[in-house]
C-alpha cells in the first residue's frame, strides 16, 4: 500500500516542537520508538513469517502452514461437518489451534468453493455448504483473533500456480481447475481479476453446446458438462450401459456396475493402458481445447495452467487439448498463441494459494 510521503517539516515555533518525520520513524531515544520498531518488527514477520491455508470441500477441510515460500510444513485434515456454518467455523478453529502449536502464525486464508464479495467478508453462496451471505471472515477473525482473508478456492489455487508454480512469472495467466465442475482463475500484472462483483472465472458455465446437456446451474451446454471429470464418468457409465464391446474393461474394474464408473476409474484404466479409457479421455480433451480457445479470444493470456483431480490424467489429457485448442484459436497461425500447462502444486495449491494471499492481504492492511 503507497504511504504518502511526509511534506515539508513546519519551521521552530515557540512552545512544544513538532514531531518531525524522525520522530515519526522512531528515532532511538524519542518517544514512540520502541512501538514504530515493534511495528517494522510486525510487518517484517508479515514477509518472512508463516500463515495457515484452509481449503474447505464438500468432503473435508484440509489445512497446512505454509512459509514464504510456499513450502507446507504442516499439515491436517478433517472431514467436512455436514453443511452447518457454526459447524465449519468450529472445525476451521480446531485446524489452526492444532497447527499453530510450536509456530508463529502470521494470518490464515480459507478457501472455499462459492461466491465472496468484493471485501472478502461474505461467502454470497456456496454449493456445497449452507452458506447464504454468511459473514465468514468477521466470525473467524472473532474466534481466532487474527487476520482472516476469505477467498475463492480456484482463485487460490490460480495465485498459488502464479507465485510458487507453473505459471511462475507470467504476466496474464488463466487457471483452469478441472474436478467435478470446471473453476477458474485470472491473475493479471500480479494481481486476482474478480471482476465488477467478485464473480470472475465462472468459465465451467460459458455454453458450449446449446441444448446440450443440462447444467446443475440450470442452463443446457455447459463447458463443464463436457469437459470436467464428472463429464468423464457420464460419458464412461453411458458406453457401459449400452454394454457396448468396447466397454468391457470398464465394467470389470467395477463388478458389472456400470453405475459405479467414475471419471478416476476411468483415468486409472487410461493410465494402464486401455484404449477405450483413453478414447474417453481424448474426447474430453478435445471439448477442453475448445473451451480454451474461446478463452483465449476473450482473454488473451500467456498462459493456460490446467489443474484439479483429472490432471492425474497428464498428457493423455493434455495432449489432445493441445491440438483442439490450435486448430479452434481465432486467428491462428498469425497470432501468438498462450501456453498450456499442467499444474505443478497438486491439490494443495488451494491452501497453498490461501496461505499466500492471507499474508499479502494482512501486511498491506498493517
Avoid at 473435508?60 to 452447518?84: F, H, Q
Wanted: proline fraction near 5%; hydrophobic fraction near 40%.
Amino acid at each position: 500500500m503507497h504511504t504518502p510521503t511526509p511534506g515539508p517539516e513546519p519551521r521552530s515555533q515557540p512552545g512544544p516542537q513538532p514531531r518531525t518525520a524522525a520522530w515519526r520513524r522512531g528515532t532511538p531515544g524519542r518517544p514512540g520508538s520502541a512501538r514504530a520498531g515493534r511495528l517494522r518488527e510486525h510487518l517484517r514477520l508479515g514477509r518472512k513469517g508463516l500463515a495457515i491455508g484452509v481449503d474447505i470441500g464438500g468432503t473435508k477441510v484440509a489445512a497446512g502452514v505454509v512459509d514464504a515460500e510456499g513450502r507446507i510444513l504442516r499439515e491436517a485434515r478433517r472431514s467436512t461437518p455436514g453443511n452447518d456454518p457454526r459447524a465449519v467455523e468450529q472445525v476451521i478453529v480446531e485446524l489452526v489451534e492444532e497447527l499453530g502449536r510450536g509456530h508463529r502464525i502470521w494470518s490464515v486464508g480459507i478457501g472455499a468453493a462459492g461466491w465472496m464479495d468484493l471485501d472478502g467478508a461474505t461467502v454470497l453462496f456456496s454449493p456445497h455448504l449452507a452458506w447464504r451471505n454468511e459473514p465468514l471472515r468477521d466470525n473467524l477473525q472473532r474466534l481466532l483473533r487474527r487476520p482472516v482473508l476469505l477467498t475463492n478456492d480456484a482463485d487460490a489455487a490460480g495465485w498459488a500456480e502464479w507465485r510458487f508454480g507453473a505459471g511462475r512469472g507470467e504476466s496474464r495467466l488463466v487457471c483452469i481447475t478441472l474436478g467435478t465442475g470446471i473453476g477458474g482463475a485470472m491473475v493479471m500484472d500480479g494481481r486476482l481479476e474478480r471482476g465488477r462483483f467478485g464473480v470472475a472465472g465462472e468459465f465451467g458455465h460459458q455454453i458450449i453446446m446449446p441444448g446440450g446437456h443440462r447444467c446443475e446451474c440450470g442452463n443446457r451446454g455447459c463447458w463443464e458438462q463436457y469437459a470436467s471429470g464428472n463429464a468423464l464418468g457420464r460419458e464412461a457409465r453411458e458406453l457401459a450401459s449400452a454394454n457396448s464391446p468396447v466397454a468391457q474393461e470398464l465394467l470389470k474394474a467395477v463388478d458389472g456396475r456400470a453405475d459405479l464408473i467414475t471419471g478416476v476409474i476411468v483415468t486409472e484404466l487410461a493410465k494402464a493402458g486401455n484404449a477405450t479409457a483413453r478414447e474417453l479421455l481424448e474426447d474430453v480433451g478435445e471439448w477442453l481445447g475448445l473451451g480454451l480457445a474461446n478463452l483465449a479470444a476473450a482473454l488473451d493470456p500467456g498462459t493456460f495452467v490446467i489443474g484439479g483431480g483429472l490432471c492425474d490424467a497428464g498428457e493423455l489429457l493434455v495432449a489432445p487439448a493441445r491440438k483442439a485448442f490450435a486448430r479452434n484459436l481465432t486467428g491462428r497461425g498469425f497470432r501468438p498463441a498462450a501456453g498450456i500447462e499442467l499444474a505443478a502444486l497438486g491439490p494443495n495449491a488451494g491452501l497453498i494459494g490461501a496461505a499466500d494471499l492471507s499474508r499479502v492481504s494482512s501486511r498491506m492492511h498493517s
